[in-house]
């Protein structure tokens, strides 16, 4: 047997940080939006007859064959952590060849390891004969990746990898619940852009900043918080009624209210690359992830898009092309 998964990774265009556990529980009708994009996480896995399993994670040059399933799971390789606590989680399943990729930028803020979580836990949940629902597949692969992360995580990411489209994911006392919006893709992929900052960001360090501040009761971290999830309900109406030149002053105050958050969340990258975009005439700039590096998404009209590509590239900062990718 031969299991071939391919997920794409995302970009959050509002409510990052709303997605946690039990900060959505503390915010009003917490809401994040995010659309799925042509930036994919592969996996391939071979059922092999020894009863071995072989492992290798091409991002990490790591390749390495362990004897067999109890072999594997009491391994401490770092590199093959995320795979592991998927393979313990669905127990012995007998020999295997298992090979991972991930197209994402490391630290890129597009949800890269999540995206791949959930590539992984498919591939098996098709070797088994398991089925999972949406919201199943999406909170194990949550929970599977914050036992490799050792600290908080959110949700979002995980639902563009396995329910392709433009998510709204709403949060409340039952967990989340998503719906798939209908959008003019033709309209984002001429409109936007990503931009690679070259400096990786950390998600678990800025969102436990975050986390730690609203359990403290940080009356401003809240505040900002509910003023991004505000934001997020006034994209969701305009998204609806593709009502899009209304995108950019969203997406402007969705800057200001996420750095008010913790200074973390921007960088001097950022702050450079906003200049540079903004002075060659884009429209606006999203942070992605967590910030404090990654990627960046760019807005700009059809018309200067080029322009604003060219003026990143003169200051060394990597512009990406994508797809924003539809149900």
């Not at 960046?296 to 200067?304: C, D, H």
Request: hydrophobic fraction near 40%; include cysteine.
């Amino acid at each position: 047997m031969e299991i071939q998964k391919q997920t794409p990774t995302r970009v959050d265009l509002a409510g990052g940080t709303l997605d946690f556990w039990p900060i959505y529980l503390l915010i009003d009708k917490a809401m994040t939006i995010n659309c799925s994009i042509s930036i994919f996480s592969n996996v391939k896995l071979s059922s092999r007859e020894d009863g071995e399993i072989h492992c290798k994670i091409e991002n990490l040059n790591f390749e390495k064959t362990y004897s067999n399933h109890d072999d594997f799971v009491k391994s401490k390789d770092p590199e093959v952590l995320l795979v592991q606590v998927v393979a313990e989680y669905f127990g012995d399943v007998g020999g295997y060849s298992i090979r991972t990729h991930s197209q994402s930028p490391v630290g890129g803020g597009l949800g890269g390891s999540s995206s791949l979580c959930v590539a992984i836990i498919q591939a098996y949940l098709q070797k088994t004969g398991k089925t999972l629902e949406l919201v199943e597949l999406a909170t194990l692969a949550a929970n599977l990746e914050a036992k490799v992360l050792k600290t908080p995580t959110g949700m979002q990411d995980h639902f563009p990898a396995a329910n392709v489209g433009l998510n709204c994911i709403r949060f409340g006392a039952l967990g989340p619940e998503v719906e798939n919006i209908d959008f003019d893709s033709t309209f984002f992929n001429k409109s936007f852009f990503l931009v690679d900052t070259g400096k990786a960001h950390h998600s678990g360090i800025n969102n436990w900043s975050v986390f730690k501040s609203v359990i403290e009761g940080d009356q401003k971290v809240i505040a900002a918080l509910n003023e991004i999830n505000r934001i997020t309900h006034m994209l969701y109406g305009v998204l609806k009624e593709k009502q899009y030149d209304a995108l950019p002053e969203l997406f402007n105050q969705e800057y200001e209210a996420r750095i008010q958050l913790a200074k973390c969340f921007s960088s001097p990258e950022i702050e450079k690359l906003r200049e540079i975009t903004m002075n060659s005439g884009a429209l606006s700039v999203k942070i992605c992830g967590a910030g404090g590096g990654g990627c960046v998404l760019v807005m700009t009209e059809p018309n200067t898009r080029q322009r604003v590509m060219e003026s990143c590239q003169n200051e060394n900062f990597q512009p990406l092309e994508i797809q924003f990718l539809t149900s």
